[in-house]
């Protein structure tokens, strides 16, 4: 989960990691969910070889963290990162960012369920409240995904299209509102239909004005003090993966078409396909080494709110366009491309890391024109701090062009 754009994060409290509400599962039982091509959370016997944060701190402390195949498996795990971070656009922030993984059926045939919060507050008057959530039900029958926000937001807007310039930038000002719902009944396996409830309402909206003087895309556009975006999305979804926090395998792809109407309370009637897919080829059985890909086409019609077009970190976790400020690019239409090499350095799974590279296309305004490529690469580290759910703190220094760089924090791998 990103704690913003371009920030360098300092942890002030060391990894705090619990896990409770153990069930009578064992080792055969957890073995038998590991099919070809699908993986899962880490069968007890790897849980056992591995070593995370917690697990290092017992070892400093002379505690027993020895794990035998006799030992329940973790039904729930929690994990925590406090941490004070500098954003180049926000300054100073203090944030803290947490996950929950579980089960929730007692025989755990079912994908690993993951629940994530983030609470954060800046120098510069930037608070926000996140809660995210996919819920799968006993024997993958259903899948519940929620997202829900709250922001005070001040930030910077570039304009439309991929060739806009900081002296294009544009300080902006707004607070934000977030309800998200949708309900997946399975219709084969690993293939579900969807159907739920978006609503983006933005109000206190002021904007200062392009930096170089000239009219700014938002005043072009339709400048406003509010918008509100209420309507229902329909769903498609493959997913063949059995743990999104970080997967060794399989395969995901999302379609949505989302349809906003005034008889819900929408300024305009507007509507969006999002095109979302995902593959993980894990390179060797014996390792955790993992190369990904991630591909994006979203597509909006005209009367979108300027607030809610395409734009770079707008996916639900906010990750795409690493080496570049959230909606540092914005547009009618967006095409995304990204691929990541993960790989191990030390042989207990304490340490990881990744290189990788992304492109990113929007259209421009008024033309609605895709007109160049804004590219991004990096490489980061892993620290592993709870090895039963397999979630790593990830720590990434992605570079993209006109000078723009920095550091990226995420608990849970960025897709």
Not at 25 to 31: E, I, K, L, S, Y
Not at 59 to 82: C, D, E, I, M, R
Not at 111 to 119: E, F, K, P, Y
Not at 121 to 150: C, G, H, M, S
Request: charged letters at 15%.
């Amino acid at each position: 989960m990103p704690l913003n754009a371009l920030k360098t994060s300092v942890f002030i409290l060391a990894v705090f990691c619990t896990s409770k509400a153990f069930s009578q599962t064992d080792t055969g039982r957890v073995n038998k969910r590991l099919t070809e091509g699908q993986e899962s959370v880490l069968s007890v016997a790897d849980s056992a070889s591995q070593r995370d944060v917690i697990g290092f701190f017992d070892h400093l402390l002379n505690k027993n963290t020895s794990t035998n195949a006799g030992k329940q498996v973790k039904k729930y795990n929690f994990s925590a990162v406090p941490a004070l971070g500098y954003t180049l656009s926000t300054g100073f922030a203090v944030d803290i960012t947490g996950n929950a993984a579980f089960y929730t059926g007692s025989a755990q045939h079912e994908n690993l369920s993951t629940m994530q919060a983030d609470l954060s507050y800046d120098t510069k008057a930037q608070r926000l409240l996140f809660n995210r959530a996919e819920i799968w039900f006993p024997d993958n029958k259903y899948r519940l995904v929620t997202d829900i926000r709250w922001a005070k937001f001040p930030t910077e807007t570039y304009g439309l299209g991929t060739l806009t310039t900081p002296a294009q930038t544009n300080e902006i000002d707004f607070n934000y509102v977030r309800i998200y719902g949708t309900l997946y009944k399975t219709l084969l396996p690993d293939f579900y239909a969807g159907a739920g409830y978006n609503l983006d309402y933005h109000c206190n909206i002021t904007a200062n004005g392009n930096l170089d003087k000239s009219t700014s895309d938002f005043e072009k556009y339709g400048q406003t003090a509010t918008s509100t975006s209420s309507g229902i999305n329909l769903d498609l979804l493959y997913d063949s993966r059995r743990n999104s926090i970080n997967a060794l395998g399989g395969a995901y792809a999302n379609l949505v078409y989302r349809q906003n109407l005034t008889l819900l309370g929408s300024n305009k009637n507007w509507q969006s396909i999002e095109l979302d897919v995902r593959r993980y080829l894990r390179l060797s059985a014996n390792s955790n080494n993992v190369l990904a890909f991630w591909g994006m086409a979203w597509l909006s019609s005209a009367n979108t709110p300027y607030l809610d077009l395409p734009q770079t970190a707008g996916d639900m976790y906010n990750n795409s366009g690493r080496g570049y400020a959230e909606g540092r690019f914005r547009g009618r239409d967006m095409l995304y491309l990204e691929t990541e090499y993960r790989f191990s350095i030390s042989r207990n799974g304490l340490f990881g890391g990744v290189v990788f590279a992304n492109g990113q296309s929007f259209t421009d305004y008024p033309g609605n024109s895709f007109k160049g490529i804004a590219p991004g690469t990096g490489a980061g580290i892993r620290i592993k701090i709870n090895k039963h759910s397999n979630t790593n703190v990830c720590i990434d220094y992605g570079v993209g062009t006109n000078g723009s760089h920095g550091f990226f924090v995420n608990l849970g791998e960025v897709f």
